[in-house]
Nanobody, 130 residues
Framework: QVELVESGGGLVQAGGSLRLSCAASGFSLDLKYYAIGWFRQAPGKGREAISCDNIMSKITYYADSVKGRFTISRDNTRNTVYLQMNNLKPEDTAVYYC?????????????????????WGQGTQVTVSS
């Protein structure tokens, strides 16, 4: 059974950094057909795709809103995906979710499609104060 568990969220001042973790179980991240995505949802707003990584297609995607500030990475030995978030802004405040796609679909050069992802974590809250 696939499970994704996010951690690392919290309260940080604007300009600060956080690293989110997404620990996966039930599958191995180093299997190349898996795509991993990070999404966020702010209060009263829809879900936003912010980053994804697809080893098979060698694609890494970042939304314009986080490009240059956020970095997605994997540690296959820990079966964990990370989202390093630097220079955080109040508008980054949201619940952050990781998701995995069994087929590898969902992560493209110019977007990440939430409906292609099969498994989702429970989310972790990130709050950035001004």
């Amino acid at each position: 059974q696939v499970e994704l568990v996010e951690s690392g969220g919290g309260l940080v001042q604007a300009g600060g950094s956080l690293r989110l973790s997404c620990a996966a179980s039930g599958f191995s991240l180093d299997l190349k057909y898996y795509a991993i995505g990070w999404f966020r949802q702010a209060p009263g707003k829809g879900r936003e795709a912010i980053s994804c990584d697809n080893i098979m297609s060698k694609i890494t995607y970042y939304a314009d809103s986080v490009k240059g500030r956020f970095t997605i990475s994997r540690d296959n030995t820990r079966n964990t995906v990370y989202l390093q978030m630097n220079n955080l802004k109040p508008e980054d405040t949201a619940v952050y979710y990781c998701a995995s796609s069994d087929s590898g679909y969902g992560c493209y050069e110019d977007t990440s499609r939430s409906y292609d992802y099969d498994h989702w974590g429970q989310g972790t809250q990130v709050t950035v104060s001004s």
